[in-house]
Every structure is written in structure tokens, then in C-alpha cells.
């Protein structure tokens, strides 16, 4: 036998023993391809024995090639311009994205090994950017050249075609030829873009004569497009459709889910619906694993905090508690401690609502109305299921509050979030909501309160020289010889927003027997923080203003995000 029918053969073992086929199917494909030269998986697919997604997916495992499937992709406009659309036939290859900031381009390829095809586009990019391919279906690819290339792909060109043209609403939620329909592809060419610019969030909001788009990058809100309201009912019927709403239903809020590829990776959309006077306002929660989960070494910590939330972590019973307002990245940072303790080792179970980032070998569970479980009776349930460590998604009742003292108490480290504006706010919060000092007391670990605060744009901050209120609110002395700091500036790297990015502010309050005593007595606010400064503690000014000094944010975005005002009265 050749070595090419042993290279079949191998595959067609590998195919029968995950059961995808039998072995009488492998014979009747090989003696197929004796007669027709095609390749062993094409010939499958042909004869109905198995669909081109699973043979995809087997190949790319074998290879350890990541694959794609291009029925749920959207192709990002400026990618698909990079090839001519007769060589990406000729080549069986199709632009996905282009990240203009590394110059790289994602490739959909049939055979991601063909060196020819590779070699041929390389020297067509005159050597601009580099080619990441991904394995997809040669069918696909066919399937996907032909709706990428044969309509306009970018917002603006989308924008003009629907602003000339008709719109035909019964076609939106169709199945086939959907590209045809502009608001389908304008809906597409929206999410990609804000994927594209690391947007966490997607507002679709109209008004009285218009419909405004609005992207939340780096935590704050920009405009991006407005459109008039005629078209606002075909884009709210489109989100409904992709998310899995009811398009008839206006009058009551509604939530729903969107699964995507964008950028060549997994994207979900968390999406919400509100009637406002205006009509339905949207907003999609962007969900990107890739970005979503940092390892613990990324967290942006100073060495000292890092080593503290180490020592805070390896103690084996008892509550740690992440503290910050919605969007400061407390799931981020409580799955970077999870997955710095996910070993075979130990049993993970969480409790959230809903679950945003599946992890493997963490046994997660959506609490939600439909089901009757809640934080409080899922807490239950999580405890005869034999688990190490607990996450609850957030404390927010005496009852949940209870369960997930008594899970700590009885041997379990329990993870959580909590709505406080510091660490030490915590302590007044658990006991406004029915926990009793002597039971905070020894039970806690200690407390992670966070904001994410936006970074200077390296390519454009400019220094300036320290005034006197400057030197207050960072609480430096005449004798320190700091002169200047950073401000914003603007240029096309940050789009002039002076800003680029956002790193995270975490103040870390471990608790000790000195602290639990003092709880435990009801100490005031003052002694516990009297007591903690004692012990090193660093309160998030401290660590924002320790942020300016290095000149990573300025001063003007650490008083946006931390309130200030008590350092000027200490000075």
C-alpha cells in the first residue's frame, strides 16, 4: 500500500474509533478514491457518511491545527479587500480579520499546510502583514467567497446602501441568501467592528428621530454612528432574531445570547432588551474568553499585593471577597485566581448568573428563576457534590450570606462578589445585611476591592510640571523630587482619546488575628483603617497615585475613577 492510503487509512481509523463512520464506510470511500484522486474526507462528506464540520474537526485535532466553522463567522470588511476574490477561489482561502496594530491576517484554509498557496499570498501582501491560517471546510470556504465577496462588507458602504435602498423586513431572519439584506450585514459589520476595537459593551439606543450607536471602550462610552429611525425596527428584529428573542414581544424587557466567530475566536454576546419612550433600547454584553481570563501573573498587582493575595489564596478554608462596582473587572480577576488553583487535585464548583466564561474541569451551574435555584438553595445543593472551593457569583442577601459563611466554616474556601466602594466597606455591608460580627471575624480571608482605570497612550502622553494641588492629592513634599507627570494627548494610535487600554487598581486587605478581634468588637471604620495602614495596607489612592507617579494613567482619570478628596484634607 502507498504511503498516501496509509496516511487515509490512519485518518479512517481515527474517524471510526470516535464513531463518526464504520469501517465499511472507510472501504467503500477508499476504493471511491482510487478511482476519483479526491481526498479521503471530501469523499465522505460526498457520500453523505459524515458532514464536512466533523471531519474539520477531527483533521484539525489530529494536525493540532485550531479549525473554524464558517456558519457562524462574520468576515471583518478590510481582511476581505487584502485578497482579490479570484485568488481566494483559486487558492480556496478566506480573509477572516486583520489586526492592523501586529499587521497580522487570519486565514480560513482548506489545507493550512499548502506551502504554494501560502508562499503566493505572502507575496502578494508584499510582505505588510504576517498570515495566521485556521482549518476550515473546502465547501465552506466556496460557500463563504461567495457571500463575503459579493456584497459590501464595511459599515459606511452598508450605511449608503441601505440609506439608497429598500429594506425587505420578511427576509431577516431568513436562512438562506441572509447577506443579501444590508441590515443583516450592517448588524454583522457593528459587532465586528467593536470586537475589533475591544468594546465591552454595545448600546443600540433611539431616540426621538434617530437611532444612536455607542461602543463602551476602556470603560467609557463613544458614539460611533447614528442612523435614522426608519431603520431601527429591521436592526431590533435582526439582534432579536440572532439572539433567540421573541420579535414579537415589545413591551417587556427580554434577554437573550448570540455565539459568534469573530477575529477568528469564539465571541458571545450577553444581549438585553428595555422599552424606553423611544422604542427598544439594545445593549450586548461582549463575552471574550480570550480576553476575559488573564493569568494570575497578569492581574497588574505590584509584587507586595501579589505575594499577599498568595498567601491569601493557599490558606485552605475561609471566604475571599472581590469588591467593585459593575464593569471593574471582579469575574476577571476571580477567574484568574481560579484557574491558579484549577489542578486535578481539587474540585471547583461555581454558582453564577449567569455563567460567562466555561472553563474546563470547573463544574459551573447558571442560577436562574426558571429552575427555582438561587445562590442560597444552589449553595446547598453545591455542598453534597464533595467541592474544595466554591464561587458564588454574588453576595447580595442574608440567606446567600449565611450559606456561604457556613460553607467556609465547615472547611470549604468560598470565592464571591460583593457591591462595596472599598475593602473595609465591606465589613459595615455583611452586617447591614444580617451577618454578625463574630461570625465575619476568622472567617474571612481577607477582601479584593478593584476599578479598572484607563492607561496613558505611550505614542502621545505629554509630561507637565507638578503644581501645588498636584503635589496634595499624590501627598508628595517639597523635599520629593518628582517634578512632572503625564497627561493625555490624543493621536490615530488612540484614536485621540489620549488613552489606550486599562489597567486595574486593587487594594488587598488581609485579615489577620488583630483585624478579626477588632470586628469582632465592632471597631469603627477609623481604628479598622488605622489598623490596616498599620500593617501596610494600601488603600486604591495610594495605588492610583503610586499609577500617576510612574506615569502609566494621569491624574485626571485616577480622580474619574477614585474618590480623591479625603487626601487633600490629610495634607
Request: aromatic share 4%; with cysteine; net charge negative.
Amino acid at each position: 500500500m502507498t504511503g498516501a492510503h496509509k496516511k487515509h487509512l490512519r485518518l479512517g481509523e481515527i474517524l471510526v474509533s470516535k464513531g463518526v463512520t464504520t469501517l465499511d464506510q472507510i472501504k467503500i470511500a477508499l476504493t471511491e478514491q482510487k478511482r476519483s484522486k479526491e481526498h479521503l474526507g471530501k469523499i465522505l462528506v460526498r457520500l453523505g457518511f459524515a458532514t464536512e464540520a466533523i471531519i474539520r474537526d477531527v483533521i484539525g485535532g489530529v494536525i493540532g491545527q485550531e479549525s473554524i466553522d464558517l456558519n457562524t463567522t462574520v468576515a471583518d470588511g478590510e481582511a476581505v479587500h487584502m485578497i482579490p476574490k479570484d485568488m481566494a477561489r483559486r487558492l480556496r482561502v478566506l480573509p477572516l480579520t486583520y489586526d492592523s496594530q501586529r499587521r497580522i491576517l487570519t486565514l480560513a484554509m482548506a489545507d493550512t499546510f499548502n506551502v504554494v498557496a501560502l508562499d503566493q499570498i505572502n507575496t502578494h501582501l508584499g510582505g505588510n502583514a504576517d498570515v495566521i491560517p485556521v482549518l476550515a471546510g473546502e465547501a465552506e470556504i466556496e460557500k463563504a467567497i461567495d457571500l463575503f465577496y459579493g456584497f459590501e462588507l464595511s459599515v459606511d458602504g452598508i450605511l449608503h446602501e441601505i440609506e439608497t435602498g429598500e429594506i425587505d423586513y420578511q427576509s431577516l431572519d431568513a436562512e438562506s441568501d441572509e447577506y443579501s439584506q444590508p441590515v443583516v450585514r450592517l448588524v454583522n459589520a457593528l459587532l465586528a467592528d467593536a470586537v475589533k476595537r475591544n468594546a465591552s459593551d454595545i448600546h443600540f439606543e433611539p431616540e426621538e428621530g434617530f437611532l444612536r450607536f455607542r461602543y463602551r471602550i476602556d470603560g467609557v462610552l463613544r458614539q460611533v454612528r447614528s442612523l435614522h429611525k426608519n431603520y431601527w425596527s429591521a436592526i431590533a428584529v435582526r439582534v432579536k432574531v440572532m439572539s433567540g428573542m421573541d420579535i414579537a414581544e415589545t413591551r417587556a424587557p427580554q434577554d437573550g445570547r448570540i455565539s459568534l466567530s469573530l477575529s477568528g475566536r469564539p465571541i458571545d454576546f450577553r444581549v438585553s432588551t428595555l422599552p424606553t419612550v423611544h422604542g427598544e433600547n439594545i445593549v450586548l454584553r461582549v463575552l471574550d474568553r480570550q480576553k476575559g481570563i488573564v493569568s494570575f501573573d497578569q492581574l497588574g498587582l505590584k509584587e507586595e499585593a501579589q505575594n499577599t493575595l498568595k498567601l491569601m489564596v493557599a490558606r485552605p478554608e475561609g471566604i475571599i471577597l472581590v469588591t467593585g462596582p459593575t464593569g471593574s473587572g471582579k469575574t476577571t480577576t476571580l477567574y484568574s485566581i481560579l484557574n491558579y488553583l484549577n489542578t486535578e487535585s481539587v474540585n471547583i464548583m461555581t454558582l453564577e448568573d449567569p455563567v460567562e466564561y466555561p472553563t474546563t474541569m470547573v463544574r459551573q451551574t447558571s442560577v436562574s428563576d426558571t429552575t427555582r435555584l438561587d445562590f442560597a438553595s444552589g449553595i446547598r445543593s453545591l455542598m453534597r457534590q464533595d467541592p474544595d472551593i466554591i464561587l458564588v457569583g454574588e453576595v447580595r442577601d442574608e440567606d446567600t450570606a449565611s450559606m456561604a459563611f457556613r460553607a467556609a466554616m465547615t472547611g470549604h474556601q468560598v470565592f464571591s462578589t460583593l457591591h462595596t466602594n472599598s475593602a473595609l466597606g465591606s465589613i459595615p455591608r455583611l452586617l447591614d445585611i444580617g451577618v454578625k460580627p463574630d461570625i465575619i471575624a476568622g472567617n474571612i480571608i481577607g477582601i479584593i476591592a478593584q476599578r479598572l482605570i484607563r492607561s496613558l497612550c505611550m505614542s502621545c502622553k505629554e509630561p507637565y510640571a507638578l503644581g501645588d494641588l498636584e503635589r496634595g492629592l499624590l501627598n508628595l513634599k517639597i523635599t520629593d523630587k518628582q517634578k512632572e507627570i503625564y497627561r493625555p494627548k490624543g493621536c490615530a494610535v488612540c484614536e485621540n482619546q489620549g488613552y489606550k487600554g486599562r489597567i486595574a487598581l486593587q487594594e488587598v486587605l488581609h485579615f489577620d488575628p488583630d483585624i478579626d478581634e477588632l470586628i469582632a468588637r465592632k471597631g469603627t471604620q477609623r481604628d479598622l483603617l488605622r489598623m490596616a495602614l498599620s500593617k501596610g495596607f494600601k488603600t486604591l489612592a495610594d495605588v492610583g497615585a503610586g499609577q500617576v507617579l510612574d506615569g502609566l494613567t494621569s491624574l485626571e482619570e485616577m480622580s474619574r475613577v477614585v474618590d480623591l478628596t479625603g487626601r487633600l484634607k490629610t495634607n
